[in-house]
């Protein structure tokens, strides 16, 4: 909720709300529900809104990429009371660019303010997939008429993921690719990482395999679509000896899975 984060895609993280509920198995190790395991006050499955820090990105004054609601999703029916004050922040603040996750993008096209045209270029749209199972929801992010700035966050793989980099789905032409250039309903970046967690508990982690990833980073080097490698994930960090926990010292890498690019 600070303008200091771990996580290495992003500059600040801004919660709007706290606490979410399952979509898929995507969700069964979410860090969410593992972190609040201490937290005897509130239900973690009940969305509530934040109070100190709501205000946050407006008083950060140097232009930051803010991961948007890391402790909830942004679009989930918790927050319709109070999604349009979120907005708001968002229009007052056009030093920032928002980056917002979600993965219940089906419902982003009823959700967008009246002003979306004004704030839609300094706001990233994206959804999360971790199995082939959740890939129907790329489909609904690049549906949804926001035409800003979509992202994958693939993440936790744990499982072989297929992404149907094709024209029919993501719009990619040839002389577009060559050009540097893509449509507006394109992905334009992608994340991945393996998923951390712990040994034993509710809140384990799932295996994930180095060819997965080394498949969609080959696979958005060939499309030019910049790809950000967060972390090999808990799993592999533990097969391959390395230092880093989760796998998320990037110097511990491969030299060729040593690419945390971002969007130009």
Same mark, same amino acid.
């Given at each position: 909720?600070?303008?200091?984060?771990?996580?290495?895609?992003?500059?600040?993280?801004?919660?709007?709300?706290?606490?979410?509920?399952?979509?898929?198995?995507?969700?069964?190790?979410?860090?969410?529900?593992?972190?609040?395991?201490?937290?005897?006050?509130?239900?973690?499955?009940?969305?509530?809104?934040?109070?100190?820090?709501?205000?946050?990105?407006?008083?950060?004054?140097?232009?930051?990429?803010?991961?948007?609601?890391? #402790?909830?999703?942004?679009?989930? *029916?918790?927050?319709?009371? +109070?999604? =349009?004050?979120?907005?708001? @922040? $968002?229009?007052?603040?056009?030093?920032?660019?928002?980056?917002?996750?979600?993965?219940?993008?089906?419902?982003?096209?009823?959700?967008?303010?009246?002003?979306?045209?004004?704030?839609?270029?300094?706001?990233?749209?994206?959804?999360?997939?971790?199995?082939?199972?959740?890939?129907?929801?790329?489909?609904?992010?690049?549906?949804?008429?926001?035409?800003?700035?979509?992202?994958?966050?693939?993440?936790?793989?744990?499982?072989?993921?297929?992404?149907?980099?094709?024209?029919?789905?993501?719009? #990619?032409?040839?002389?577009?690719? *060559?050009?540097?250039?893509? +449509?507006? =309903?394109?992905?334009?970046? @992608? $994340?991945?990482?393996?998923?951390?967690?712990?040994?034993?508990?509710?809140?384990?982690?799932?295996?994930?395999?180095?060819?997965?990833?080394?498949?969609?980073?080959?696979?958005?080097?060939?499309?030019?679509?910049?790809?950000?490698?967060?972390?090999?994930?808990?799993?592999?960090?533990?097969?391959?000896?390395?230092?880093?926990?989760?796998?998320?010292?990037?110097?511990?890498?491969?030299?060729?899975?040593?690419?945390?690019?971002?969007?130009?």
């Amino acid at each position: 909720m600070a303008q200091t984060t771990k996580i290495s895609w992003t500059d600040a993280t801004w919660n709007i709300a706290a606490d979410c509920t399952k979509v898929d198995a995507d969700c069964k190790f979410c860090y969410m529900y593992r972190d609040s395991m201490n937290e005897t006050r509130y239900n973690p499955k009940t969305v509530r809104k934040t109070k100190t820090v709501f205000n946050n990105p407006l008083k950060w004054k140097e232009p930051l990429r803010i991961f948007t609601s890391s #402790l909830t999703d942004f679009f989930h *029916e918790g927050c319709d009371d +109070f999604r =349009d004050e979120a907005w708001e @922040v $968002i229009k007052k603040c056009p030093q920032h660019t928002f980056q917002i996750l979600t993965k219940r993008p089906e419902r982003i096209h009823n959700h967008l303010p009246d002003f979306w045209e004004e704030i839609k270029d300094r706001v990233w749209l994206g959804t999360s997939v971790g199995s082939q199972k959740g890939i129907d929801r790329v489909d609904e992010l690049l549906s949804s008429g926001a035409n800003c700035l979509y992202f994958l966050s693939i993440e936790p793989l744990y499982e072989e993921v297929e992404i149907p980099f094709h024209e029919k789905l993501y719009r #990619l032409e040839r002389y577009s690719i *060559e050009m540097g250039t893509f +449509f507006s =309903d394109a992905i334009k970046w @992608v $994340i991945v990482g393996g998923e951390s967690g712990n040994e034993n508990g509710l809140y384990k982690y799932r295996p994930c395999k180095l060819e997965w990833i080394e498949k969609i980073v080959k696979d958005c080097n060939e499309y030019k679509i910049p790809v950000f490698v967060k972390q090999l994930g808990t799993h592999l960090s533990k097969e391959m000896k390395l230092k880093d926990r989760h796998g998320s010292d990037i110097t511990e890498f491969s030299t060729h899975l040593q690419i945390q690019k971002f969007p130009l």
